[in-house]
Each structure stands twice: as structure tokens, then as C-alpha cells.
């Protein structure tokens, strides 16, 4: 009986750790957003969590008057609180460059105006192999930050095109008035809540 117990719990060990590992997180921010994406790829559920990028802001801010430095995707890691795979950056140009190409995708007229958060994701739902374009490769190179390249941003597009993806606005409930030790603390207990959520979604 105690070894079959021990042969349980050993399964039970290589099944989490086997979905941790199938889990990545993505950071990043374009000229309004900052954002992390929890992309489990075994159960083809991914997590956006978002707030605006002046939160992200302030946040480093009043870090720097505790003299801690960061840039903005240290900033945005230490908010969210995990330990990130890939990063994601770019200027407004390379946001607007993607933006365009999956709007024309839809037969939408592209006005210097980009969709919104949740907007731009269902469009990636829609149409993910426009990151496959040869006409945005350039622009997926620039929007590499470390441990990323083109071709894993190309395979996160094809996952959010199968997955079932939650989005969530971080910034309807942050109080920029926070000081930087409280913000970071309610931060990490939402997140930890959305991926929470997530697990429960996968669940069902």
C-alpha cells in the first residue's frame, strides 16, 4: 500500500511540474500598455493581463526614490511578480505596423487609431498566420526584447489562434495614489488570482 501511495504522489509530481513547465510568461509594452501573458500551450489556454503604461510609469518612479532602478520591463515583471520566458517590446511605429496588417486582414481601414487591447487579440485570434507575413518581419525582429525572437513571437500568435484566451484590464481597478511597496503586493495577489482563474477554466 505505501508503495503505491509513493507511485501516486511521484505521478502526481511529473503531472505538475510537467504543466508548470508548459506554461511560459510573456512580458511587455507598446506606447499605452503594459501587459503579461500566461500562455500554457498542453492546455491551450492563455491569460492577458493589462494595465496602462503610466501605471508601469509611476510604478518605476517610486521605485527609483527607494533607489531601485528598472527599466520598463523590469518594472513590469516586478508589478506582475513572476519570473518571465519572453519579452515583448516596440515603438508606437512597430504596434501601429502590426495593428495595420491585421486590420486590413479584417477589410478594416487602418487611421493611425489602434483597437484596443481585447480588440487586437481577437484579431490575432482571427487571422494569427498574418504574423507569418514576410512584409513583418522586420517589425517582428524589432519587437523582440531578450530571450525572444521573431519566431516565438510567430509561434505565440499561432497558440492564441487555437487557445482559449481570457483578457483582463488590471487598470480598472489600480490606485495610482499607491506607494510602491503596497502596489506591488496588490499586484501579485491579482495576479496570482487571474492565473487562479485560469487553472479553474482549464479545469472544467
Not at 1 to 17: E, H, P, R, T
Not at 40 to 47: C, G, T
Not at 65 to 75: F, M, P, R, Y
Not at 127 to 132: G, I
Request: proline share 2%; net charge neutral; glycine share 8%.
Amino acid at each position: 500500500m505505501k508503495k503505491a501511495g509513493g507511485l501516486f504522489g511521484l505521478l502526481l509530481i511529473v503531472l505538475l511540474f510537467s504543466s508548470c513547465r508548459s506554461t511560459e510568461i510573456w512580458y511587455g509594452y507598446s506606447s499605452r500598455y503594459a501587459f503579461m501573458i500566461s500562455a500554457n500551450s498542453s492546455s491551450k489556454h492563455i491569460a492577458i493581463a493589462y494595465l496602462p503604461l503610466a501605471v508601469i510609469s509611476d510604478y518605476a518612479a517610486k521605485m527609483e526614490e527607494q533607489g531601485i532602478q528598472s527599466d520598463t520591463l523590469g518594472a513590469v515583471q516586478s508589478l506582475f511578480g513572476l519570473q518571465g520566458n519572453h519579452y515583448i517590446r516596440g515603438s508606437e511605429e512597430n504596434w501601429n505596423t502590426l495593428a495595420q496588417a491585421l486590420m486590413e486582414e479584417e477589410g478594416l481601414q487602418f487611421n493611425q487609431i489602434r483597437p484596443s487591447v481585447e480588440a487586437m487579440v481577437a484579431l490575432v485570434q482571427k487571422h494569427p498566420l498574418v504574423l507569418r507575413n514576410f512584409g513583418l518581419k522586420a517589425t517582428l525582429q524589432d519587437l523582440c526584447g531578450p530571450a525572444t525572437s521573431a519566431k516565438q513571437i510567430v509561434k505565440l500568435g499561432k497558440l492564441v489562434g487555437l487557445a482559449d484566451v481570457d483578457v483582463y484590464d488590471g487598470g480598472r481597478f489600480v490606485s495610482t495614489q499607491a506607494q510602491a511597496d503596497e502596489l506591488r503586493v496588490w499586484m501579485h495577489e491579482w495576479t496570482k488570482n487571474v492565473l487562479q482563474a485560469q487553472k479553474g477554466e482549464r479545469k472544467r
